[in-house]
Nanobody
């Protein structure tokens, strides 16, 4: 099992930036992919960005392409989400997640961090 702890959320004005961090511990050597998801009030949780733990291949939801960047530091067992040009519709609780195999479910989740973008 992998334990995940997010940090870096907060309140920012539209057009601003935030960087989220996700510190992983436990069986990190068995991690295949890491991902960021978000859930806005009264909406379902949605995928934001993902990154391969070994190699660094990344992919994004269309809604954040060109604005968000996912990255990792394997030595620190940490994944980041740099969010630029934030919009009010980016307001949500952001969750970090891990999965252990290609195509599998994301089975380890953090507690979430709130991001609020004011207009």
């Amino acid at each position: 099992q992998v334990q995940l702890v997010e940090s870096g959320g907060g309140l920012v004005q539209a057009g601003g930036s935030l960087r989220l961090s996700c510190a992983a511990s436990g069986r990190t050597f068995s991690t295949y992919d890491m991902g960021w998801f978000r859930q806005a009030p009264r909406k379902e949780r949605e995928f934001v960005a993902g990154i391969r733990w070994r190699g660094g291949y990344s992919w994004y939801a269309d809604s954040v392409k060109g604005r968000f960047t996912i990255s990792k530091d394997n030595a620190k067992n940490t994944v980041y989400l740099q969010m630029n040009s934030l919009k009010p519709e980016d307001t949500a609780v952001y969750y970090c997640a891990a999965r252990l195999r290609l195509g599998g479910d994301f089975t380890s989740w953090g507690q979430g961090t709130q991001v609020t973008v004011s207009s």
